[in-house]
């Protein structure tokens, strides 16, 4: 089945080994008027890594609001021996606010690389 085409490409983003994206609709184009429309989905990214159990979303907000701004939570998440997360494991370990999408794309990377969230980001 052909992919549709889409007025923009992609963003770039460099997905280290034993991370997976489930949900990827983050654009190469910057929030405006004649652009919201590519920012109004609920997730832009969601990855996660069963390995470390560190995992991320982002979205923009507020939706339709070309003077909004990207978030992006992280969280961990304890899975079992069969790879399935254990209830009530996830924990929450802060969000990064940002206007640059191309900001918010290099945090994402620093947390997919070390697991860290960089302490002036937040």
């Known amino acids: ?7 923009y490409p992609l963003q770039p983003l460099r997905v280290p080994g034993g991370w997976h994206l489930t949900v ?14 590519w920012f109004s989905s609920a997730l832009l990214l969601w990855g996660h890594c069963r390995d470390s159990g560190y995992c991320f979303n982002s979205h923009f907000e507020p ?3 070309p003077d909004g701004e990207f ?5 961990k998440v304890v899975f079992d021996s ?3 997360k254990k209830a009530n ?9 940002t ?3 191309l900001e918010l794309i290099k945090v994402i990377e620093s947390y997919m690389l070390d697991g ?3 302490k002036a980001s937040l």
């Not at 990827?24 to 429309?37: I, Y």
């Open 116 to 118: 860290e969230i960089s």
């Open 82 to 84: 069969q790879s399935k």
């Open 63 to 65: 939706e339709d609001d």
């Open 1 to 7: 089945m052909k992919q549709p085409r889409f007025p």
């Open 99 to 101: 206007k640059s999408r």
């Open 71 to 75: 978030v992006v939570e992280f969280c």
């Open 24 to 37: 990827n609709t983050l654009f190469e184009v910057d929030p405006g008027a004649d652009t919201m429309q």
């Open 89 to 97: 494991s996830e924990v929450f370990m802060g969000e990064f606010r």
